[in-house]
């Protein structure tokens, strides 16, 4: 089978790791994979088996919309695609239209939640001509694919495959560190998705019980400034650590006591991901786009609060952190994930899926 994967570059969040965890994966298997990043040249070191090119063009933009339709097609041509998967937004337009005039089958593959994405009217125009013309579709959740049964698949083939852990979190047993007295987030700073106030309102009430905790928060974003205010205001500056962009968290998440995620939508969330495969009691929102629900069977591996339900959090946060046994347990159970979401099972569903489209 020969594959081509598009993406918008290779850096190292979100799905991008999940590209560069399954790909190489996926070629040990004696498959032909190639990357097409429309944006620059991030490192391919470990790429192994994987070519990468760029397929990103020049000019205004419906110039370069042809142009990158056209290197698609020309290289799907010289590389005899059997499939070519959008690996997201603008990608997922980009494999549909670059397939054709080639034998590559176009395949979709949704990373955000649908049900908040796309708020331009022109996308959402453009989401209801293009994503029609998939042949096949890849969610991430059960409620990803619920909405794409209603929207655009008709009787085409949908695949809930989620996120794997990615191999350098991945471990078989778990490891004693030291746990010190602080709660982490990792995640942009984007108030309008992460809702990180609602983390900051909670972590008020923790700081009265618990004087000497402090918060974490792994990430940069546009919404630095706002929440430096709100922390002041809150009267827990002096709790709070902005520790801007950390390129590996895992130290970080290893030895706190809590990771917490607050988001009002995800597709699935790979911070939690990695949070609950280091053996951490996890706490997250029932965000939109059902990926939390999905990880975290509340009160066994993690636990779920509401969106905005800040007393809720609170109150979680204080329980876990006043009950060692309670929040051993669910560290304990928080780590299956490493079984059930293998990287070697994933790519299983992925190929299987792919070959469906084989001629």
């Known amino acids: 089978m020969n594959i081509i994967f598009l993406i918008g570059k290779l850096s190292f969040s979100g799905a991008e790791n999940v590209l560069r965890s399954i790909a190489p994966e996926i070629a040990k298997r004696g498959h032909n994979v190639e990357i097409m990043v429309m944006y620059g040249t991030d490192s391919a070191d470990d790429l192994s088996g994987v070519t990468v090119q760029l397929y990103g063009a020049e000019g205004n933009a419906l110039q370069r919309r042809k142009r990158r339709y056209a290197n698609i097609r020309k290289e799907a041509i010289r590389f005899?695609?059997?499939?070519?998967?959008?690996?997201?937004?603008?990608?997922?337009f980009d494999a549909v239209m670059g397939a054709k005039g080639t034998n590559a089958v176009p395949v979709i593959c949704e990373r955000m939640d649908p049900y908040k994405s796309f708020q331009k009217m022109s996308f959402r125009i453009q989401k209801k001509f293009f994503y029609p013309m998939a042949k096949g579709y890849v969610v991430q959740t059960p409620q990803i694919k619920a909405y794409y049964e209603k929207h655009y698949s008709g009787k085409k083939d949908i695949a809930v495959i989620p996120n794997p852990v990615r191999q350098s979190y991945a471990v078989s047993q778990k490891s004693d560190v030291e746990i010190e007295?602080?709660?982490?987030?990792?995640?942009?700073?984007?108030?309008?998705?992460?809702?990180?106030?609602?983390?900051?309102?909670?972590?008020?009430?923790v700081v009265k019980k618990y004087p000497s905790m402090r918060l974490k928060l792994a990430g940069s974003g546009k919404d630095l400034d706002k929440f430096v205010r709100t922390v002041n205001e809150l009267g827990i500056s002096e709790?709070?650590?902005f520790l801007g962009n950390i390129k590996d968290p895992t130290d970080l998440v290893k030895h706190a006591k809590l990771f917490v995620l607050t988001s009002n939508h995800e597709g699935m969330p790979n911070a939690l991901i990695e949070a609950m495969s280091l053996g951490k009691a996890c706490l997250s929102t029932r965000c939109s786009g059902g990926g939390a629900e999905y990880l975290i069977d509340n009160g066994i591996n993690g636990v779920l609060v509401d969106i905005d339900d800040d007393v809720s959090l609170s109150k979680e946060m204080n329980k876990l952190l006043g009950d060692e046994k309670y929040r051993h347990q669910l560290e304990n159970n928080a780590f299956q994930i490493n079984s059930t979401l293998k990287l070697d099972k994933i790519v299983d569903m992925w190929t299987a899926y792919l070959q469906k489209f084989l001629h």
Do not use: C, H
């Open 239 to 241: 709790n709070v650590d």
């Open 80 to 92: 005899k695609a059997d499939v070519i998967v959008g690996f997201g937004f603008p990608m997922n």
């Open 181 to 205: 007295d602080y709660i982490i987030t990792v995640g942009r700073l984007d108030d309008a998705q992460k809702n990180q106030s609602m983390l900051f309102r909670a972590f008020a009430e």
